[in-house]
């Protein structure tokens, strides 16, 4: 066999156990050939195509960058269980790849990358898109992926595959390593063949670490939450990977203790479970940043503790606060100096906490208090739900009309700009897939990326419920073709463009920060001025653009029956079969209610700006909130 057809073969075989379940680890492969991989991968796909078609589903994709964001929306779905290879061409083709590859290791996510490289054996040096660096000659552009990735090796010699592939794999399905996986596969070695034993082709399964608490950081930690008055959990993605959100109920509902979560734990309690305060940190919710600030245990699960958790650091205001972190990676339990570590599966360590808590239950006092908490800000959000009329309507209250549209199992997909924060405080997830906002990378064009590969993830399993993109139009620019794949395989989407003609959330921060704006509209250039800080708004015509790809285009006009005539649209789009944009111009400036949470972007010191200095004042004034958190 060449190097790639015993590659694309071992892959097919591969297969992910955790518990009851079984499924392929790698069950289909994106793909855009260039003259890099068109012999080597490319030629063995078809080969296996032809041959065993099942093997090793080959899909086409528009955008490098697009086939890993499409993998990670899959492995959430598919609770990093499982993910796709995406095999690139050299030089530009695998360079496109890098963003993905950043996002999936910060997401902690699975992306198994193929990006091709220049020849090993140099007989044709340079080749066409090939890098080159006189002070390091074997540097290709493949190097970049090394600080990116989770694993990494080069396939220099074809028996070299044999433990390249098997390391790889492991790093993939470890629960503490897992991230984007990056084989460089040169794109002569490819093509090169080789004796391949049967064994390395032979079904191989890799079962899921799911380790247990030792008992000593157990015991501690269970001493530490006894002694607790007001204690609070963090919840994050980690607790939905275990498939712990059904033992941290239990847990919750025994000791009356609340939660907040971050954005990649959301769902981990539907959102009008009593003990559910929602999201937590610089955009989570006045009730759950009002715990955190009188928390006296912080007990974090699956959390890597960001600073949109930690507010930057000004959520935890108690004095006395002392961190009991659970995480299966020791890198996350030890943040914040905690010497309350428990490294430990998820799942696990909370079913151990729920028979060693017997009989622990906060104070009546306590839970009064947090009830009312949790019910004063649910009355905040159905204010900010509440249709306006106005002529634009603000992004709250399109939220709110996605929200009553939506099915109680449905999925918001969404990433980066102003949503995120405000579906962080408003969206009310029922369901512990049904909410997907990438905000570790927090990357603008993951949007339809990532939520065409979260359907993929659902269809595999039988389950077709609808996937809600939503996107503002600077995301929405940035990465829109993977549209054309969802047509082309007649895969359901139904996206949400929020026009507001800039970039709404870093037009915030810049007022924030003294820049009045600067930069952040989109207008055209004004000549005189030199900057697009004018009126005339970019004649940009989004619905056309994606009518253009073959959606199903709705254009929702501005006025005082704009969120009935969303809502209308969105029902109409959930009965349909095809895909669906629906397009809806907002006001940027009518913001979601306020959750006190903070964000540390500097501020310069020195400005010649009014609006500079006085955003340094204030600047200042917050930072003195900031704390170590040093255990």
Known sequence: MTVSQALIEFLANQWTVDGEIRERTIPGMFGIFGHGNVAGIGQALKQANVDHPDLMPYHQARNEQAMVH????????????????????????????????????????????????????????PVLQQLEQPWDIGLTVNDAFRPLSRFFDRVQRPEQLFSIALAAMRVLTDPAETGAVTISLPEDVQAEALEVPVEFLQEREWHIRRPLPERGPLARAVSVIRGAKAPLIVAGGGVLYSGAEDVLRELVEATGIPVGT????????????????????????????????????????????????????????????????????????????????????????????????????????????????KSAWDAAVDRAFEPSQRALPGQPEIIGA????????????????????????????????????????????????????????????????????????????????ELVTAVAEGIKLIVVLIQNHGYASIGHLSETVGSERFGTWYRTYDTDARNFQGDEVLPVDLAANARSYGLDVVEIEPGPRSIDDLSAALVAAKASTASTFIHINSDPLIYAPDGDGWWDVPVPQVSTLDSTQRARAEYEQKQTRQRPLLG
């Open 70 to 125: 499409q993998s990670v929306g899959f492995a959430r779905m598919h609770r990093r269980r499982a993910t796709f290879a995406s095999a690139a061409s050299v030089g530009p083709g695998a360079a496109n790849m890098l963003t993905g590859a950043a996002l999936a290791t910060t997401n902690r996510l699975p992306a198994l990358l193929l990006p091709s490289d220049t020849f090993a054996t140099r007989v044709a040096d």
């Open 262 to 373: 971050s954005q990649a734990g959301g769902g981990v309690l539907a959102w009008d479970h009593p003990q559910n305060l929602g999201g937590i940190g610089a955009t989570g919710t006045l009730a759950a940043n009002r715990a955190a600030a009188e928390a006296d245990v912080i007990i974090g699960i699956g959390t890597r503790y960001s600073d949109f958790t930690t507010a930057s650091r000004t959520a935890f205001q108690n004095p006395a606060v002392t961190f009991v972190n659970i995480n299966v990676a020791a890198f996350d339990a030890y943040k914040h100096g905690s010497q309350v570590a428990v490294v430990a599966d998820a799942r696990e360590a909370l079913a151990q906490l729920l028979v060693e808590l017997a009989g622990y239950k906060v104070s009546a006092e306590f839970s009064t208090r947090t009830a009312r908490e």
């Open 402 to 481: 996605v929200q009553r549209a939506s099915g109680p199992r449905d999925v918001v997909v969404q990433a980066a700009g102003s949503l995120p924060g405000d579906l962080h405080k408003l969206w009310r997830v029922r369901d512990p897939l049904g909410y997907h906002v990438e905000y570790a990378f927090s990357c603008m064009g993951y949007e339809i990326a990532g939520g065409l590969g979260a359907k993929r993830g659902l269809l595999a399993d039988g389950d077709d419920r609808d996937v809600i993109v939503m996107v503002g139009d600077g995301s929405y620019l940035m990465l829109n073709t």
